[in-house]
């Protein structure tokens, strides 16, 4: 058992992860990652995890993240306010000497000849006399004070006066936290009695000698300790003997080679840009950051847009290095899937690199997911196959086809104790004699007489019309080609990686052939899909995230991939999709397919049809409209007729008024004209859902910020 209470089945089929013959090594603990940039706020780790992260809305960044009201406040322009402020003092500077030097009359002092006794006022009563000069100062401040309101002096003091000041002093000038909060001090483990293990780790990060992910992962492991999958004592001495290189991933990497996106572990986000200040995105939004976790990948992302529009670059990229980081921290399982040389990071990022159609790749694919079930096979098996030819409408699937190879299935591993290698299984498709005859001499030898049913029922419908074995055999023949002769093997002498070890946090990356063999890799990606669906389904530990990153889409989209992504998240698993248009998708299916992603994305040059898709799914919102009207003024005096021939002449055009009518109208959040055309480079519009049911409207985010 690991140190964070997974089960370590490296070296076996379920999860060829390579490990070292002998007792476990630890590796020296390197003084700072080499190639790794610096953390989110670029100093260090100590800021990085005393830097503060509110709860926000889904989808925001949350590393430094300073709240913003839900909606705009209604503040006036730096401009204005000050000039209204001066020509108010002015104003009341010039009615008070107008006052105090009698232009406006006595007025003013009446009040006070009036309270007053006749000493004060006429000077006999000494010192009490100068009374009258307050009376004149609290009747002028009355007058600036008036002014002052109306000017709004009161908001340039909140704005430009020592309280603005103080607040940028607050802000920058925080005062340290207490052991009981700092998070370098791992209050928690203090508090649970593991205080030796607490110095110990604080020791190492304040020597700067632990970064984020030795962080996440130590913490991984003590959230195994309050699950009571592992003792105290044994979480204890594990990070007494080797500090921050405790409860290390089975690869025995701390961090990944290079990271080009930027990550915060201690939200498990990852920052893809930046939303516009924009006035189609809501106020509490504008201007913050973009942030995507395992709790919004949990509901499924698909990204639509054309080539070059930063699928792989901006999105598919940053979420796989991502979610590799979480799975050296023991949080998450992903499988990665693209063309050859699409840029999914090095191959030294993941533990598993399968290069199929490559000779020199280490790793071979399990074309049957690893089950030792003939009908679950079957039916993986008969998805990738023909999963692209079911009708896609309610009630279409591929029944028929997973019930011909079960038929073949189970009588093969009966007799040999294997499934069948690919260039086996294409013959007994066509039906070939000799190998069917060595099917029924075997199970008539073993008196297996259930299975020699089902063989005999195949040999029935073989020829009959309406039979699809020959459409099976055909979809076989794609992948029984020279490229693909070392892959598939099911003789045990490869290495085959199965979707079985998604109970581990590995990381995988699979390279699909598409020069040259683009239905073989479209129909090898239903598959891996569809072993990802199957698998996660029956996990035994669902507390890690599994999340399989599909780069190119395109002819995988089923209606049972539809239904397996659409149970995908109460197994704590998500899937990320991209696509260069949505006619690569059925369309009856494209409705479902946008049903069942939580979180959808559209990036620039997207066409005026799949932006009406878009368009459709976001639905609408009431929203107030304001129409401005201008009339024509006439004038009916001959005096006002050269007023308005004058004022023509001088604005060169004619007097009107204005009127504006507000009234509350329903339209589209993003219309399919406003997708098609009003989205920048370099920017795509994004509608994200948690898998808490938190929602956030589309917003318009630059993924170059």
């Known amino acids: 058992m690991d140190s964070d209470g997974t089960r370590d089945t490296r070296g076996t089929h379920a999860n060829p992860v390579p490990r070292p013959a002998g007792p476990p090594t630890v590796p020296p603990r390197p003084e700072r990652a080499p190639g790794v940039p610096p953390l989110p706020d670029g100093s260090g780790f100590l800021g990085w995890l005393r830097t503060p992260r509110p709860e926000a809305a889904p989808g925001v960044w949350r590393f430094g993240h300073v709240p913003r009201p839900e909606k705009e406040p209604e503040q006036i322009p730096t401009r204005q306010l000050l000039s209204g402020a001066v020509i108010g003092f002015l104003c009341g ?19 006070w000849f009036v309270m007053a006794p006749d000493s004060w006022t006429l000077g006999r009563a000494g010192w009490l006399s100068s009374l009258s000069y307050a009376y004149e100062a609290l009747f002028f401040a009355g007058i600036f004070a008036i002014f002052g309101k109306i000017s709004r002096w009161g908001e340039v003091w909140r704005r430009f006066g020592p ?44 020597a700067g000698l632990m970064r984020d992910v030795d962080h996440a992962r130590i913490l991984r492991a003590w959230q195994g300790v309050r699950g009571g999958r592992f003792s105290l ?11 921050a ?67 792989t670059g901006t999105v598919v990229r940053p979420l796989a290095e991502s979610l590799c980081l ?17 840029g999914l990071g090095p191959a030294d990022a993941y533990d598993v690199v399968v290069q199929i159609g490559n000779p020199e790749s280490v790793y071979d694919l399990d074309l049957y997911g690893g089950t030792t079930d003939p009908d679950e096979a079957a039916a993986v098996l008969a998805e990738a196959l023909v999963g692209d030819l079911a009708e896609p409408h309610q009630g279409g699937d591929t029944r028929r086809s997973t019930t011909v190879l079960a038929q073949l299935l189970g009588p093969f591993r009966a007799v040999h104790g294997r499934f069948p290698a690919v260039p086996e299984l294409r013959q007994l498709l066509d039906g070939a004699p000799a190998p069917l005859a060595a099917l029924r001499e075997g199970l008539e030898d073993s008196g297996q007489d259930a299975l020699l049913r089902e063989l005999d029922a195949r040999e029935r419908q073989m020829g009959h019309p309406g039979d699809v074995g020959g459409i099976l055999a055909d979809r076989v023949a794609l992948l029984d080609r020279p490229a693909f002769a070392g892959f598939f093997d099911t003789s045990g002498q490869s290495r085959p990686f199965s979707l079985k070890a998604l109970d581990h946090p590995v990381r995988v990356r699979i390279d699909l052939p598409q020069r040259g063999h683009a239905d073989a890799s479209r129909m090898l ?43 995908l998240r109460s197994g704590n698993a998500g899937v990320v999709l991209t696509l260069r248009t949505l006619d690569d998708v059925p369309r009856p299916l494209r409705g479902p397919l946008l049903g069942a992603t939580g979180c959808r994305m559209a990036l ?27 009339r024509q003024i006439i004038a009916e005096t001959p005096a006002g007729k050269v007023l308005h021939a004058v004022r023509q002449v001088i604005t060169g055009k004619a007097p009107t008024a204005r009127a504006v009518t507000v009234r509350q109208v329903e339209r589209e959040r993003w219309s399919a004209s406003e997708l098609a055309h009003g989205v920048p480079p370099g920017h795509a519009v994004l509608s994200l859902t948690s898998v808490k049911g938190e929602h956030a409207p589309p917003l318009l985010v630059d993924l170059r910020g």
Do not use: M
């Open 233 to 243: 004592a044994t979480f204890t001495g594990t990070v007494l003997k080797d500090g």
């Open 93 to 111: 500077w010039l009615l008070c000497s107008l006052l105090y030097n009698g232009f406006l009359g006595g007025f003013w002092l009446w009040p």
């Open 604 to 630: 620039s040059g997207l066409t005026p049809w799949d932006g009406q898709d878009f368009a459709e799914v976001w639905g609408k919102e009431w929203i107030e409209a304001r129409d401005v009207t201008d």
């Open 525 to 567: 990606a239903r598959l891996v899909l569809a072993q990802f669906t199957a698998s996660v389904a029956v996990r035994e530990d669902r507390s890690l995230f599994a999340c399989l990153v599909l780069d190119d889409a395109t002819g995988v989209v089923t209606p049972e991939a539809v239904r397996g992504i659409q149970r």
């Open 163 to 206: 309280p603005a000041w103080r607040q940028k002093a607050a802000t920058s000038h925080e005062p340290p936290p207490t052991p009981e909060q700092d998070p370098v001090e791992w209050p928690q483990l203090r508090a649970a009695g593991a205080v030796d293990a607490a110095e110990r780790l604080a020791a190492e990060a304040k």
């Open 326 to 342: 979480h799975a050296l921290a023991g949080r998450a399982a992903v499988v990665v899937v693209g063309a050859a040389g699409a």
């Open 245 to 311: 290189a405790a409860c290390l991933h089975p690869s025995g990497a701390r961090d990944l080679p290079g990271r080009l996106a930027r990550h915060d572990l201690l939200t498990g986000q990852v920052r893809l840009g930046t939303t516009a200040d924009d006035a189609r995105n809501p106020y509490a939004y504008r201007g913050t950051g973009l942030g995507l976790g395992p709790e919004l990948l949990g509901t499924s992302l698909l990204a639509v847009g054309p080539a070059g529009s930063g699928k």
